[in-house]
């Protein structure tokens, strides 16, 4: 596939992609080089027009961790990383699951609002999310303080 037909295909239509690294392997001979290039790919697609969005998912929020958008680092892979470094003001501020976004054609119309069965998945993981963050922060002092009785 061109990328031309990528910036076509993705232009209206944001495609998100997940990195096998081992896709990587022809277009340099190290990590560095193949990110490097992949990174440079990725661009000159957002410039041409096309949209692609990477995940840099740190899961910080799951983790009672803070979530800094610039220095919080993907918990993904090697590539997710690379790329967050080089692209730090592209990260989406979800903390725990940002996305890098190539691209200027990012709307909720990806996941569109009146999309009741994904809205419904999306607040039920929220509200898992929510509480198992509230049972850590509260559970554990309360084991702790009955295991010192």
Do not use: C, W
Request: aromatic share 14%; proline share 5%; charged share 15%.
């Amino acid at each position: 596939m061109t990328m031309s037909t990528i910036v076509k295909k993705t232009k209206y239509n944001p495609l998100i992609l997940h990195i096998n690294p081992i896709g990587l392997l022809r277009i340099g001979d190290n990590n560095e080089s193949r990110f490097e290039k992949f990174n440079t790919i990725l661009n000159n697609i957002q410039n041409a027009g096309g949209n692609i969005a990477i995940p840099t998912f740190s899961y910080s929020y799951a983790q009672n961790k803070l979530y800094d958008m610039i220095n919080t680092p993907s918990n993904l892979d090697e590539v997710g990383e690379y790329l967050r470094k080089k692209n730090v003001k592209k990260r989406t501020i979800d903390p725990n699951f940002s996305y890098l976004l190539f691209g200027n054609n990012f709307t909720m119309d990806v996941f569109p609002l009146d999309d009741v069965p994904f809205n419904i998945i999306f607040i039920i993981y929220y509200l898992y999310i929510l509480n198992f963050h509230i049972m850590y922060t509260l559970k554990i002092p309360y084991f702790s303080n009955s295991l010192n009785k």
